[in-house]
């Protein structure tokens, strides 16, 4: 039966009611059609009596939105759905994630073909306020090169986010374990399923990706728009291996407004990084624009200090175009500079992504570079990814 | 089939389209619970239905409930709150997943809605408006998608 059929029927039942009292109804039914609606407002009874039966005092079981398969439990349903994990009924707790394979043909070298990771996303949230998330990365799983054969994996586990959060209102939340550094836009959701190109941008390389101390975050909604801050503080590394050389300490914040439910948004931020030693520091600016099939992001980093002596930057701008329904066309020059990085790097990236599901992304990105170096990616790179 | 009851069938179905506004002809009512004083506005509700407002202004978590994703009442709401940001909700969501963030939970009926809305003090949901009662407080209600509609 088609959903919503009952709310129909209920409805048939209440006009025959009315008409069997003796008040006013529409006069224009047939004598066939009413006899068809006293034959459906009978079954409208028995739907209401069924109803009536159900425990009225007790809350509905909620669901997820399109399950692939439920199954009915004592903690509530058990239900998978493709792109958002799987759900334990009320205990708060998901697992989900995503795989990625890519293959990529850098300039004089071979092709290769590798299962770059799987990462698995674990969220608990056993009371409303609290929640503690997990990002456990399977990578470097297996990769071919695609002339030689040549086949090697070397499996490594690494926790990419571990974090316990509590929010006390909209405003303060208070966030401690391993988290994604909140600078710049790409960097708040930099995997692969999230972003348009199956190559990063250069300016990625300007500030490492996690940080493992506390952040306070939190929104303020200003009539449209939303402000949205960060404050956060680095104590340690907890998992060095992730990034090469990760800083001993941090500090920084971040400051964005959002209008009209994200159709512009514009941010900054600041940093101060500690190596042996040494002090960095950095001040960004980005900003992201959507019009209909049209999405323009730009981020811009200048870095200073004894890291950076005497100082470099960096900026991106970003164009997304949808072609047709699912298929994007995707453009972006990156350019960076300054005395600490001589020469300059030019950087062109195009290519194609299709998403014909949500939990489905297939994209083929084409790199141009002006510098010839192992530091910098020239060639094709496409990338498979499901979120599971 | 005979032509008598197909002449039924086409009847009925002719009176149904006709007596009963279908939920995008409808004004839907965004409904919390009796006993909340809460008043909002549209922005205010995209915002609690994107998770990015997730308290009351006394600190309780909010409860936001879904209808199910291909009923007529969801595609209606999801029009008239989100409008032409709606074809970015799915890239939104993911990215929300990937932050540890999951989309509101659903329920099959309006009839559901208002009961779980009337049982549960953090809640809010969205009904047609036939469907309200004493039990639940509309904070808002959604005009028809077409104005000029009945």
Redesign the interface.
Known sequence: MK??M???LR?FAG?SAAKTRGLPS?PS??P??LA??LVLSGTATNVDSA?AKEP?????V?????PLFSLDSPIGPIEYQL???L?FGRTGL?I?GFATLEIEKERNENSRFSVEGINF?V?LQPI??L?I?MELEVGKLYSVDMHTGAAESDATLNFQRLFGEI????AFNVRLGKFQTPVGRWN??P?E??VWTATDPHILESFDEHTTGGVVHG?V?P??G?FNYWLFGQVAAFDPEDDEEPVDHTAGGRLEYSA????WSVGSSLLASQLDQQWGYLAGLDGQF?Y?PFELTSEFVYLWGDLEDPFRWDIYIQGVMEVLPNLYLVGRYEHTGGLAREPSLNLGDVGLTW?PV??LDFKGTYRFSDERSDDVFEGFKASFTV?F | MSGVRLLILASWLLAVSFAWPAPAQERLAVIVNAEREDQLSIEEVARIYLKQRRFWSERESIVAINRDADSDVRKAFTERVFGDEARRLNAYWNRQYFKGVLPPLTLASDEAVRRYVSLEPNAIGYITESWLDASVRAVLFLPPANPSSP
């Open positions: 959903p919503g009952p709310d129909i409805r006009r529409r039914f047939p066939v059609l068809i609606l109803r009225q005092n007790t809350l509905p909620e669901r997820s939105e399109e792109g958002r994990g759900r998901n989900g996303l969220l409303q306020p929640r998330f929010g006390l209102n909209d708040l959701a995997a399923p999230f929104s909604f009539s449209t939303s009209d439910l994200g159709t959507n209909g998403r949500p939990f979120l």
